[in-house]
């Protein structure tokens, strides 16, 4: 018996957790990478039985379920689920100045919390650096390692005086 899988519908609010819920969900039903466009054409590779398990309409009926009434029609004119991806990453991920100085904002502004354990924060972390490399602006190792040490809390200062003090070899 197959099992249903249900995530929030995308909104104005949820995109980037409804990003990883959305992978996870396409990438169990096989089409993850039809969505992401990674995919070649299955006629090519494939004997047309399997090819209906990932035929790329399949990815668009996924996306469409998924996402709220309102931005149905951002993705109405898709023929795909590729195509639909893309328009959906466009609108909640715009690639634009604005957006990558709101994500070096928040990087370089991200602290731990009091109570926030330290891989969570180095979670959080790597999630900005993620979404900065999206519209191609990588941020360097050696500033990704210092704003991870940057804010740990007081009990980790003598390990981040000894990080400090090492050697570039």
């Known amino acids: 018996m197959t099992e249903i899988i249900q995530i929030d519908k995308l909104n104005n609010n949820n995109y980037d957790s409804w990003l990883n819920d959305f992978k996870v969900v396409s990438m169990d039903k096989n089409l993850w990478r039809i969505t992401d ?10 004997f047309p039985k399997e090819y209906n398990q990932f035929h790329p309409i399949q990815a668009y009926v996924t ?51 009091e109570e926030e354990d330290i891989s969570l924060y180095a979670a959080r972390l790597k999630k900005i650096i993620i979404d900065l490399k999206m519209p191609g602006k990588p941020t360097a190792d050696w500033y990704q390692a210092f704003q991870l040490i940057r804010y740990l809390p007081a009990e980790y200062q003598d390990i981040v005086q000894i990080i400090y003090r090492l050697c570039d070899e």
Do not use: M, N
Request: with cysteine; aromatic share 8%.
């Open 37 to 46: 466009g990674s995919e070649v054409d299955p006629i090519e590779k494939l």
């Open 63 to 113: 996306i469409y379920l998924s996402i709220e009434k309102e931005f149905r029609i951002l993705i109405s004119d898709a023929d795909d689920g590729a195509q639909a991806w893309g328009i959906l990453q466009k609108h909640f991920r715009p690639d634009s100045r604005a957006s990558v100085i709101s994500l070096t904002d928040e990087f370089l502004s991200c602290k731990t919390s």
